[in-house]
């Protein structure tokens, strides 16, 4: 029986076909697996640069594009209005890299158009100057490329390039380019090397290439696969994020880190169906996250990548929070938690009402609320501290200049008023509530077997307490997702102190794969260079991370009035409706919920439709930038980009009472904005009304 494979560019292509012509692919698709092809008219083209490639006839204007394998092995890769599948087919060339075997498609076409067009001699200063060619080569580069390696001068260069080249080889050239040494970009493919390699088996190379063709097994699947094309495409996986994922075993916690849009959210999903495919009926994975909304978020991605529901049954997806509070709650009975209001709230009364003392600058002053509250969970909830003589002990590293014996009970006897006004409300916050639920859980045994966290830089010791509880320690107990640039809590975590030690299973991914160049360029730019410390406890780095896309610059407005930002923000999004985009593809981010309301009424009052989830409405999503982790938009508006909003006042500590603290809330607030910027795919829209907010980049 005929065998046919789909190639990565087949889905998205497949899902905006008319409706009639889906229909004849599924019917050409067919008559592969009736062993009927020789009907699909399977034609040679005359000048093909591969002499694998064919074309079929779909119907009188559309044709698809395949390659063959083998004997009655063929991978479907596009279909295409007939001159554009011509064009595609004989200007294609597939290749096995000598290096990992996998198979690569190459523009041939292009290729060679690019050399013509450009300069023949090598620059005086070229790109991959420092690359020696016997290091291009032991990295999977084609030796026939080198030459016009050498005459690459700029990264626009490499970029005009970029669509010609294989995939594989291309992020080998970007690393090199963004700085990566030949060591490092090395220590990225040293998981994926075959020795041995076979370059004529084109059918082993293709089993070798998981993250562009996928082999049906049967009607099914294939079924599945073409009901939500565009879904199963998102979830193809770039070789070195399947590499992590399907790792067989890892001989304890394993942490991957890497900044906004390198797909670990994705990889932590592969690793959980991975690991619940091969677990037992009644045992159980974990998949949670920071917040509910993120857990939803989780769950929906998760049915796209699994059709199995025993797997699925296999897997529960929960918030921290919501999995804390149904521990306790099973154990001791109803409990409430106290709303950021309340704490708010709380903290401002004690500061108000609490004692005085001279700061460094000589100035009366009293602890502030954001302190406070900061030095109760980064210090006294962190380490379970529960009298003030285990208090007068405690470390307080991260937590800026050190305090006095007489500061420190006089701090004590703040917490001490809040927390036991807490207790006479019968409130919890949610750190409080994670502690409470892991120490019942230290009485039983553990729940999971295996436990995959996302979004792990943002949670709090006693969380990670709660999740260490959960999973016996052993081999794939715990598999974390984690990025220290998109730190927007106060949690500072040293994994190994709460027993869960990662060191020697940590890896790292650089390729952003969502935000393109303009847009990444400008957001890393926001973060200041500043150095961050990881769930490892050693510096990160974004040595090597880079964007695969390009597209436009972007755009930056100043107003003169809020009513004029409003005014030019309908007319943006207007015209991005206009132009097309869906409007849950839209999003805008501010800093403070009272700005969602005001922008929810005046694009509602625009006629503009307004997503409202408790109500299911579809539409623009407007949230504040906490709110859009995890989330992504096609196009992206920032508004409300001024001094005095950005950062906000209240999150920081003042300088004048201590000058480290208000550095980790400004550095805190750099992360929030860099989180916020990076949700957008391809369109950039930011503004502000008055003076900037000192957060953005000076070069704007």
Not at 673 to 679: E, M, W
């Amino acid at each position: 029986m005929a065998e046919l494979a789909l190639g990565r560019e087949f889905l998205p292509a497949y899902a905006v076909l008319p409706r009639r012509v889906q229909s004849a692919v599924v019917a050409a698709i067919g008559k592969f697996a009736e062993h009927t092809h020789a009907g699909l008219h399977l034609e040679k083209l005359a000048g093909a640069r591969d002499p694998n490639i064919r074309t079929i006839r779909i119907d009188l204007s559309y044709r698809g594009v395949v390659f063959r394998l083998g004997e009655e092995r063929y991978v479907l890769l596009n279909v295409l209005p007939h001159d554009d599948a011509n064009t595609f087919a004989v200007s294609r060339r597939f290749t096995v890299n000598q290096v990992l075997g996998v198979l690569e498609m190459r523009d041939e076409a292009g290729i060679e158009e690019f050399a013509r067009t450009e300069p023949s001699e090598p620059p005086a200063a070229g790109l991959f100057d420092r690359v020696p060619t016997t290091d291009l080569v032991r990295l999977g580069v084609d030796e026939d490329l080198v030459p016009l390696l050498r005459i690459i001068a700029t990264d626009q260069q490499l970029e005009s390039l970029a669509r010609r080249l294989p995939e594989t080889q291309l992020d080998v050239l970007r690393g090199l380019a963004s700085g990566m040494t030949v060591d490092e970009v090395w220590t990225e493919l040293a998981d994926r090397i075959v020795s041995g390699v076979d370059t004529d088996d084109l059918l082993t190379a293709a089993r070798r290439t998981p993250e562009r063709i996928t082999f049906v097994s049967g009607p099914v699947e294939l079924a599945a696969i073409l009901k939500h094309p565009f879904d199963v495409w998102r979830t193809f996986l770039h070789p070195t994020q399947r590499d992590v994922a399907y790792r067989e075993t890892y001989s304890g916690p394993a942490l991957v880190t890497g900044s906004a849009g390198t797909g670990k959210t994705v990889t932590g999903l592969h690793r959980a169906v991975f690991l619940a495919e091969r677990l037992p009926d009644g045992e159980k994975v974990l998949l949670t996250t920071f917040t509910r909304a993120l857990a939803d978020a989780l769950a929906k991605q998760l049915y796209r990548l699994t059709g199995d529901p025993a797997v699925r049954a296999r897997i529960d997806v929960i918030s921290v929070d919501k999995l804390a509070y149904e521990i306790v709650t099973r154990h001791s009975g109803k409990v409430s938690i106290a709303d950021n209001d309340i704490i708010d709230q709380l903290w401002e009364t004690a500061a108000g009402n609490g004692p005085t003392y001279l700061n460094r600058a000589g100035h009366v002053t009293n602890f502030g609320a954001a302190f406070l509250r900061h030095e109760w969970e980064q210090v006294v909830l962190a380490q379970q501290v529960t009298t003030l003589d285990a208090y007068r002990e405690a470390p307080r590293k991260g937590r800026g200049a050190g305090l006095r014996a007489t500061q420190r009970e006089q701090v004590w006897t703040v917490i001490d008023t809040v927390v036991r006004e807490l207790a006479k409300r019968r409130l919890r916050t949610h750190t409080q509530l994670a502690d409470e639920a892991s120490a019942i859980l230290r009485r039983s045994p553990a729940r999971y077997r295996h436990v995959v966290v996302d979004e792990g830089q943002d949670l709090h010791p006693a969380q990670w307490r709660l999740l260490r509880a959960l999973v016996a320690p052993g081999p794939n107990d715990m598999f974390l997702l984690a990025d220290p640039y998109q730190r927007i809590y106060d949690s500072h975590v040293s994994l190994a102190q709460l027993g869960i030690e990662v060191r020697g299973r940590t890896r790292r991914l650089t390729v952003n794969y969502r935000t393109t160049h303009e847009i990444l360029d400008l957001s890393v730019k926001i973060l200041n260079g500043d150095a961050a410390v990881g769930l490892d406890g050693q510096d990160d780095t974004l040595r090597g991370y880079r964007s695969i896309t390009r597209g436009g610059v972007p755009e930056l407005i100043a107003h003169g009035s809020r009513d004029d930002e409003h005014e030019a923000l309908i007319e943006q999004v207007g015209t991005w409706l206009d132009k097309g985009v869906e409007p849950h593809a839209i999003g805008v981010a501010v800093r403070t919920g009272q700005l969602v309301k005001t922008i929810s009424r005046i694009l509602s009052e625009a006629h503009i439709p307004v997503a409202d989830d408790k109500r299911g409405i579809d539409g623009v999503h407007v949230a504040t930038m906490h709110r859009m982790k995890g989330l992504e938009f096609q196009c992206l508006a920032v508004v409300g980009l001024e001094a005095g909003v950005l950062p906000a006042p209240n999150a920081l500590t003042s300088a004048a009472e201590d000058q480290h603290a208000h550095r980790q809330d400004l550095q805190r607030e750099r992360c929030l904005l860099f989180v916020a910027l990076t949700r957008a795919r391809d369109v950039l829209y930011l503004s502000h009304a008055g003076t900037a907010s000192p957060l953005l980049p000076v070069t704007r």
